[in-house]
Each structure stands twice: as structure tokens, then as C-alpha cells.
């Protein structure tokens, strides 16, 4: 069946970024208007931007190119800020190779198995860039893409609306698909993502921010002392190349059960058939919530050295949990160190993987008339 598109997916709650430094101390500032410095030109002459929000004591800075969250940084139990997203510090090394950090996600969040599916008796393929299936949208996903940004302040709140219009057959998707993404800083300093799009043809939408988080600041090494709780007693279990098989599994009893908060790292290496090909988590679980017409929240992350925490609120359906195990010390961050192995996870609010071609999972489906809409929140506290 196909779903009201009152579909959410995004963002999130508190970013930060407030001192540079591991030693700043939080200071909750009031909202300012949004400040914007060039950050580089693409191989073709094209300028890219980076807007600096800070509202609510939280601080971030954000992308022209992919709608990145370049750094984002909240205080500890002591006030000392840290930057706790993984990203790089020049505009180079996000086209050369980023592994989608902080980038926002389209048209497909997740992967579509072999790049195909069938639409009102249509077949179309999608641009193929892992393996054999379409990963994130394809080899240039709306991550790849410059997006008009528009600051604004509305009452105590400041953001920026993003703005892209995707033509018929862009990366092999059939309509022209018209997205406004909303970044919003609140004066309780929580990020808000919401996001809006159209189209005039059907055609298939899943937009997700794809975040690598690291509580305890980029760079600092290893999350699996995390605690994580994920309120859901499924999750859809994968083939070798990642796609869902279809079933939707219970957790009880095995590596994937986290509705009760747990390290990261306690099942990570169980030798469960599942973690094999994913090298650990990189699974879709299926929220008890369902689909709701607001966020509501699925998620809590926590860091038991600095003591920071990480709410996340959706409408979505899915929550992708990624251990970050494709990380592998070649990539150099924002803070000069190395990123190697399970040093962040992502927690992708969603609809699940592989969707247009699985008749039981809820519909992607977006047509002519309707708009899609989506949010996510995150909330930050220590």
C-alpha cells in the first residue's frame, strides 16, 4: 500500500558547534542570523558555501555542497564542547571520496537492490554504485549536489532552507522531483530537519541525513563503549550484498536487540550470520511506532565518558543503525586524526531499504499532487 506522504524522515535535534576546541565551555547563546564564508570551488568553477548557525547554546556548520553538516559540536557534564560529527576540513576531500559524511540523502536513502524497480508496470534503472545495487540516490546522489540556501530567523528559531530541483531521468529516477530541506536551529538548541518535495511523474522518494556521530568528539577513537536503545523488536535481515531479504526478524535473542540500552561493542563481534557481510550493523530495524503523523522518539544515544547524550524523534518507519565498519585509517578529518573502524556510527531515520521492490514493506511512492514530508529531531543533553 502506499502511504500518506505526511512521510518523515530527517534531521535532527541540537547540533553544535561552539568552540573549535575540546576545552570550550557552553555558553547558551541566543539565536543569530546565520553567517555564510566561501569554502571552495568545484572543478568546474562552481562556488561552495558554508553557513554557520548557533542558536540555544548549539552550534553547526553546514555545506552548500550535499547539504553537509561539516561540524557540529555540543558541551559534556562539564561544559567543554566538542565537535561530535565526522567530516573534513577542505571542499577537495568531500568530492574525492567522502563516505557520505553529514551529507544529506537522495533521492533513495539506503540501497535499491540491483538499481531496478517497477512503477504502474514501468522498469527503470537506477545509476549502480555498490556492487550491483544503487547506494544513496547512485553516483551522484543529492550528497554530490550544490543546493540553493536561503537563511532565515522566524521568532526564536534560525535555519536555512535548501532548495533543488531534480530532473526526469536524473540518476534513472522518473520525474522531475522539486525537495526544500529545512535545517533549524530552536532556542532549546535542538536541529530540526524537515523535509518537502514534489514531483510531476511517480516516482519513488527517501530522504535521510547520513551523520557519523561520535559522542565523544571526531577523532577520539572508538564508539563501541556507546550505549545505544533502539525501541524495536524487528529488523530486516540483509543477503550478502545488503539487500533485504523481505523478512522482518525478531531482535530477542540475538546481536540486534537493543531495547534495552547496551554497548555498542558487547555484540558486535557475536558471529552472528547476519554481521558477516555487514562487517557488524549495517541493518534497517523496524520502529515499534510505525509510521506517525509526528516524530516521536526511537532513539537514544550516550557516551558514558563525557556523559553526552543523543535523542532522536521521527515519523519514519525505519531507523538504520551503520557500527561504521567501512571506516578503514585512510580518511583525515576535521581535527587532523585518522577515522579507522567503528570510530562513529550513523543512525539514519528512514523508510526501509529496498522498498520499491519489497511488496510488504510500506510504500516510497510519491505522485503527482502529493507532497512528501518528513522530520526528524535530535536533542542533545549531558
Not at 555545506?63 to 561530535?84: C, F, I, K, M, T
Not at 549502480?128 to 526564536?156: C, I, M, Y
Amino acid at each position: 500500500m502506499e502511504l500518506n506522504r505526511r512521510t518523515v524522515i530527517a534531521g535532527a535535534a541540537a547540533a553544535g558547534i561552539a568552540a573549535t576546541t575540546l576545552g570550550g565551555t557552553a555558553q547558551a547563546a541566543p539565536g543569530h542570523k546565520p553567517v555564510r564564508e566561501p569554502f571552495g570551488r568545484l572543478a568546474d568553477g562552481t562556488k561552495v558555501y558554508r553557513w554557520s548557525l548557533e542558536n540555544g547554546g548549539t552550534r553547526m556548520k553546514v555545506l552548500s555542497y550535499g547539504g553537509v553538516v561539516q561540524r557540529l559540536e555540543v558541551p559534556d557534564r562539564h561544559g567543554r564542547y566538542a565537535n561530535v560529527s565526522l567530516g573534513f576540513g577542505d571542499i577537495g576531500d568531500y568530492v574525492a571520496g567522502s563516505p557520505y559524511f553529514g551529507a544529506l540523502i537522495g533521492r533513495y536513502g539506503n540501497r535499491i537492490g540491483k538499481g531496478r524497480f517497477t512503477l504502474d508496470g514501468t522498469s527503470y534503472q537506477l545509476s549502480v554504485n555498490d556492487g550491483e545495487n544503487s547506494l544513496h540516490g547512485g553516483a551522484q546522489g543529492f550528497d554530490k549536489r550544490v543546493w540553493d540556501v536561503e537563511p532565515f530567523t522566524r521568532g526564536a528559531d534560525v535555519g536555512l532552507h535548501l532548495h533543488r530541483t531534480s530532473l526526469d531521468g536524473e540518476m534513472g529516477y522518473p520525474g522531475t522531483l522539486r525537495t526544500r530541506v529545512t535545517y533549524t536551529l530552536t532556542r532549546r538548541g535542538e536541529w530540526r530537519i524537515d523535509y518537502e518535495a514534489t514531483t510531476d511523474r511517480a516516482t519513488v522518494v527517501n530522504l535521510t541525513s547520513h551523520v557519523y556521530w561520535n559522542l565523544a568528539g571526531e577523532g577520539s577513537g572508538t564508539i563501541e563503549d556507546h550505549e545505544l536503545t533502539i525501541a524495536a523488536a524487528r529488523y530486516t535481515p540483509t543477503d550478502a550484498g545488503l539487500i533485504p531479504t523481505g523478512e522482518l526478524a525478531g531482535v530477542a535473542g540475538t546481536p540486534f536487540d537493543f531495547r534495552r540500552a547496551k554497548p555498542v561493542g558487547r555484540d558486535l563481534r557475536a558471529g552472528h550470520e547476519q554481521q558477516v557481510p555487514a562487517k557488524g550493523y549495517d541493518h534497517n530495524w523496524v520502529l515499534d511506532k510505525g509510521v506517525t503523523a509526528r516524530p516521536e522518539h526511537v532513539a537514544t544515544l550516550r557516551d558514558p565518558r563525557s556523559g553526552r547524550t543523543l535523542r532522536i524523534a521521527t515519523d519514519q518507519p525505519g531507523l538504520q543503525f551503520y557500527s561504521g565498519n567501512f571506516l578503514d585509517g585512510t580518511l583525515t578529518g576535521t581535527g587532523g586524526r585518522t577515522y579507522r573502524q567503528g570510530d562513529a556510527l550513523c543512525l539514519e531515520t528512514q523508510h526501509f531499504p529496498d522498498s520499491p521492490n519489497q511488496a510488504g514493506f510500506p510504500s516510497t511512492v510519491l505522485r503527482p499532487g502529493q507532497t512528501y514530508r518528513s522530520t526528524t529531531l535530535h536533542t542533545f543533553g549531558a
